[in-house]
């Protein structure tokens, strides 16, 4: 409990102000179920902090009910936070109040254009971000905090459904962006960054928040010179990192190893902007809270499940960082393994983001090696259609014209545990493909004895379930079901019980990196990979990874805008799959 009084006060929600007692808070959350324990503590977390940024004003966080469970659960989540307590620092007293800066490393980059200064926008727009906030870019290149803003505001954007006072928000927001150009290696350049966030933060209790959107060779300088130089003194400092973490176990472990010189694992958080997709993030609401999915995931009822990723462009423009990646280590053994692991993991004991990611650790350690049988992988050629010309990779000027660098990846992975033994669990992953989407399709297997069989002819495949979650775009979960014609025959047919976004929300879906930042602003590290997971998806991958160096192998050409290379077919009838993509799709409905 003295944690929790520690942590009320740390927000400003403390006595003088009329508000729930901590005793109260506690209570309030009994009611919930126990998986909900953790989700409670957080909206109790968010309650807490937009009290203390809002000014300490009273709050009713309470409802009547003891759990001593549901406090311990409040109680991890609020104390695994470190930050040094307000009250008195050196000696004198310091403000309660908190603030929130958010520096953008590397803020001239295309990333940081791209999506993470718009997620901060749309987090304001939202009222999601602290009332006291100060973002900056840091880079080398030399801008005002003007050329900053300008360099921005083309890139912000309000929501579709919700476009009140978009012009003024937007002034408003660039308001608060500033920028300091320094030298990422340099203690020097972050003290003097340092001492203008201290200016913005005033006596408040300064919480700070660095986003290395950075190449990966320079993650570990800016860790040590912004820690050495730039870390709070008295709140919270958090560290994102982007992708990759490494080429392979040995360079990611260097990295890791590099990062925890400066920063303490719960400070560093490692971004996979897949797990912040809005159906990534419903996969476990569907299977946990849904009494019909849970019994049917496991090998007795499920024969395959795929995990497909495609774009309808190539690497242009990024062609210099993908050589030395490749499609695997750029979409598979991050994106799309991370949806695995949540999808195929055991139920976690409750919400909480130690919970979950010791399940996904274990199914991942769970999986076995990867053997280079059960991979194809490609490359795209240029290709000329309706009198279009579309560029090879090896045309871009920044790959070598020799380059065996896969852009597309197909590979059977097994779980080897009680669950799944057996089950086939597909990837697929390609650029330049006749289509952008994402997808997880889950096939059923075939119903036993089945009484309609001769319905369907030979082809028993054309009759069996198949669950899809389309990530993007157009967001849907559906269910292809048989069902029968409406008339006084007996024909049946396909057609799909369809949850289609669109149409069932009338909402703008928040874009991944919105949550994801939210989230590490309220410490929530359920969607960050910890380093044990990356271990682990590294130890999956990198055998393969030499061994398709070590031999050279060389990718089979496909054009650019087809499906793809046919070796990822002779892959999955190997294994008497069909990529679901590329059978038949009932209209939808
Ligand atoms: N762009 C994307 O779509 C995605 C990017 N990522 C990852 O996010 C991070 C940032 O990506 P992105 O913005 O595309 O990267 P950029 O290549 O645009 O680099 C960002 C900034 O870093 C600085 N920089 C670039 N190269 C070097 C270098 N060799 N040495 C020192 N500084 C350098 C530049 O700023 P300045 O010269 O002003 O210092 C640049 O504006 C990377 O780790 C990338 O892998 C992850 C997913 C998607
Ligand atoms: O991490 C990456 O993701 C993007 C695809 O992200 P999406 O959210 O647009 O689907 C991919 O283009 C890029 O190569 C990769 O590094």
Known sequence: ???????????????????????????????????????????????????????????????????????????????????????????????????????????????????????????????????????????????????????????????????????????????????HSGQYSSEDSFSDLSKKLQKEEGERVANRLFYLSIPPDIFVDVARSSSCAASSKNGWTRVIVEKPFGRDAESSSELTKGLKKHLKEDQIYRIDHYLGKELVENLSVLRFSNLVFEPLWSRQYIRNVQFIFSED??????????????????????????????????????????????????????????????????????????????????????????SITPTFAAAALFIDNARWDGVPFLMKAGKALHKRGAEIRVQFRHVPGNLYKRSFGTDLDKATNELVIRVQPDEAIYLKINNKVPGLGMRLDRSNLNLHYAARYNKEIPDAYERLILDAVEGERRLFIRSDELDAAWALFTPLLKELEKRKVAPELYPYGSRGPVGAHYLAAKYNVRWGDNSYEPTEN
């Open 313 to 402: 462009f190539g690497t242009e423009g990024r062609g210099g960082y993908f050589d030395n990646y490749g499609i695997i280590r750029d979409i598979m053994q991050n994106h799309l393994l991370q949806i695995l692991a949540l999808f195929a993991m055991e139920p976690p004991v409750s919400l909480d983001a130690e919970d979950i990611r010791n399940e996904k650790v274990k199914v991942l350690r769970s999986m076995r090696k990867l053997d280079i049988d059960n991979v194809v992988v490609g490359q795209y050629k240029g290709h000329t259609r309706g009198g279009v010309k579309y560029p090879a990779y090896i045309d871009d000027k920044t790959v070598p014209n020799n």
């Open 1 to 179: 409990m003295a944690a929790l009084k520690q942590a009320a006060s740390l927000w400003g929600v403390r006595g003088g102000t009329k508000l729930g007692s901590v005793s109260s808070v506690s209570r309030s959350a009994s009611l919930m179920s126990p998986t909900s324990l953790s989700a409670t503590a957080r909206s109790y977390r968010m309650v807490a902090v937009r009290a203390a940024v809002s000014g300490g004003k009273s709050v009713k966080l309470a409802q009547e009910s003891s759990n001593d469970e549901t406090i311990k659960s409040i109680e991890r989540v609020i104390t695994q936070d470190e930050s040094p307590k307000p009250g008195f620092l050196n000696g004198s007293a310091v403000s309660t109040e908190t603030t929130v800066s958010i520096t953008v490393v590397g803020a001239s980059g295309d990333l940081a254009k791209k999506k993470i200064f718009p997620a901060l926008f749309a987090l304001y727009y939202e009222n999601c971000l602290p009332k006291h906030f100060t973002i900056y870019g840091f880079a080398r290149s030399k801008m005002t905090d003007e050329q900053l803003r300008e360099l921005i505001s083309g890139t912000l954007t309000c929501r579709i459904d919700r476009r009140e006072n978009c012009g003024d928000k937007q002034e408003e927001f660039l308001k608060r962006c500033f920028y």
